[in-house]
């Protein structure tokens, strides 16, 4: 199920947002357009994807934090 989030920022595709050219291949290998389709899936299940590093779920907590969303990890 895909949800389009208010904040813009999370709309964006992954490649316009700054974030390393590891974490932008990797969630383009694995299907991954936004940092919202990102949200859709638990931290425990997106490193259990092919590539997908502690340190890319560090980068990827990090942005969240540093925009004021970390609030939307691992929601149920």
């Not at 208010?6 to 595709?13: F, K, Q, R, V």
């Not at 932008?24 to 694995?30: F, G, Y």
């Amino acid at each position: 199920m895909y949800t389009r989030f208010a904040e813009p920022i999370l709309n964006e595709p992954i490649h316009h947002l700054g974030l390393s050219t590891d974490f932008s291949l990797v969630c383009e290998i694995a299907g991954f357009h936004s940092m919202g389709d990102l949200l859709e899936r638990h931290t425990s299940e997106l490193l259990r994807l092919p590539g997908f590093t502690y340190h890319l779920l560090g980068e990827y907590i990090d942005f969240l934090e540093c925009h004021l969303l970390g609030h939307y990890l691992d929601q149920e």
